[in-house]
Nanobody, 110 residues
Framework: QVHLVESGGGLVQPGGSLRLSCAAS???????MGWYRQAPGKQRELVAR???????DYAGSVKGRFTIARDNGKNTVYLQMNSLKPEDSAVYYC?????WGQGTQVPVSS
């Protein structure tokens, strides 16, 4: 079983930045990693993914503002979020091979 622990969430003003981290209890080297988010009353949606080879993919709503990166040596994946908007408010989850973290909340509000 793999444990994923997200961190870095918190209240941020519109236009601000946050960096989320997801630490895995097992090696991530051979696995794609994903960040998802779920806002109240909405379905969970993919935000960004990074393949084992470092190829990235983003939801259209975050492209150009968010960056996903991985550090295989630390078994950690990151999500750098810039120019945050109120509509980015959600609980953000990390995923690897259908294992999920507990989520970290990101409210964007003035």
């Amino acid at each position: 079983q793999v444990h994923l622990v997200e961190s870095g969430g918190g209240l941020v003003q519109p236009g601000g930045s946050l960096r989320l981290s997801c630490a895995a209890s097992a090696s991530i080297q051979s696995n794609a990693m994903g960040w998802y988010r779920q806002a109240p009353g909405k379905q969970r949606e993919l935000v960004a993914r990074i393949s084992w080879a470092g190829i990235t993919d983003y939801a259209g709503s975050v492209k150009g503002r968010f960056t996903i990166a991985r550090d295989n040596g630390k078994n950690t994946v990151y999500l750098q979020m810039n120019s945050l908007k109120p509509e980015d408010s959600a609980v953000y989850y990390c995923e690897m091979t259908n294992y999920w973290g507990q989520g970290t909340q990101v409210p964007v509000s003035s």
